[in-house]
């Protein structure tokens, strides 16, 4: 596994504990982000380096960059069709592409001129943005929130064959740790490390209301 991981317990007193945060690990060539699939399309995604087979190009897609809001998310990877854990090493001039293209999800008063205006924007974007609640280990909601982002139309397609350095399937390492979780055994626990990250264009931190740390 290529992923550079730390005791969970070390970098939670390194983290922001409240405000909007991408957390990520990642460099000046990539950001990793997390999708987790059934054993059909994770499979092939990390046997063959890109998405295809069963994947569907035909709805929206999303990754989340926080290692443990994807836990949340997948159950450490026990939730039903989640099985699959994969560790996606997206460039970074893609995933910078996203967060300047990304449209919220739902209307936000004083970023869109009014409900139409969000409207249309959604419409002219492959991008979907959603700020939720970050998790702990366990699942209880934090005051920090989590970024997830929606990849749609053209922009699914150069993801799946075009903007991927590479995919390293991590369930293997998930199922692990999750034991440390189970046993209650969280100064054990080892996660992939993570650190804000604030996008090149600071008018994009302003625009997805992205908190400096």
């Given at each position: 596994?290529?992923?550079?991981?730390?005791?969970y317990k070390e970098q939670l007193k390194e983290w922001p504990e409240t405000g909007r945060h991408i957390?990520?690990?990642?460099?000046?060539?990539?950001?990793?982000?997390?999708?987790?699939?059934?054993?059909?399309?994770?499979?092939?995604?990390?046997?063959?380096?890109?998405?295809?087979?069963?994947?569907?190009?035909?709805?929206?897609?999303?990754?989340?960059?926080?290692?443990?809001?994807?836990?949340?998310?997948?159950?450490?990877?026990?939730?039903?069709?989640?099985?699959?854990?994969?560790?996606?090493?997206?460039?970074?001039?893609?995933?910078?592409?996203?967060?300047?293209?990304?449209?919220?999800?739902?209307?936000?008063?004083?970023?869109?001129?009014?409900?139409?205006?969000?409207?249309?924007?959604?419409?002219?974007?492959?991008?979907?943005?959603?700020?939720?609640?970050?998790?702990?280990?366990?699942?209880?909601?934090?005051?920090?929130?989590?970024?997830?982002l929606g990849i749609r139309n053209q922009d699914i397609e150069k993801?799946?064959?075009?903007?991927?350095?590479?995919?390293?399937?991590?369930?293997?390492?998930?199922?692990?740790?999750?034991?440390?979780?189970?046993?209650?055994?969280?100064?054990?626990?080892?996660?992939?490390?993570?650190?804000?990250?604030?996008?090149?264009?600071?008018?994009?931190?302003?625009?997805?209301?992205?908190?400096?740390?």
């Open positions: 596994m290529k992923l550079i991981t730390k005791l957390m990520a690990q990642f460099d000046e060539e990539k950001v990793i982000v997390y999708q987790s699939y059934r054993l059909e399309i994770g499979q092939f995604a990390a046997k063959n380096q890109f998405f295809g087979g069963a994947f569907s190009l035909n709805r929206m897609t999303w990754i989340k960059p926080n290692f443990l809001w994807m836990m949340y998310r997948n159950g450490w990877g026990t939730k039903e069709g989640q099985e699959v854990v994969l560790a996606i090493h997206l460039k970074r001039e893609v995933f910078e592409r996203y967060l300047n293209d990304a449209v919220y999800s739902s209307y936000q008063d004083g970023i869109y001129k009014d409900r139409e205006d969000w409207q249309n924007a959604v419409k002219k974007s492959n991008i979907r943005l959603q700020w939720d609640p970050d998790h702990d280990p366990y699942g209880a909601k934090l005051d920090r929130r989590a970024i997830q993801y799946a064959k075009e903007d991927i350095l590479e995919i390293e399937d991590i369930s293997g390492f998930v199922n692990e740790q999750y034991q440390h979780v189970l046993n209650n055994e969280l100064d054990k626990l080892m996660i992939p490390q993570e650190r804000p990250y604030l996008p090149i264009d600071k008018s994009v931190c302003e625009r997805l209301k992205i908190n400096v740390f």
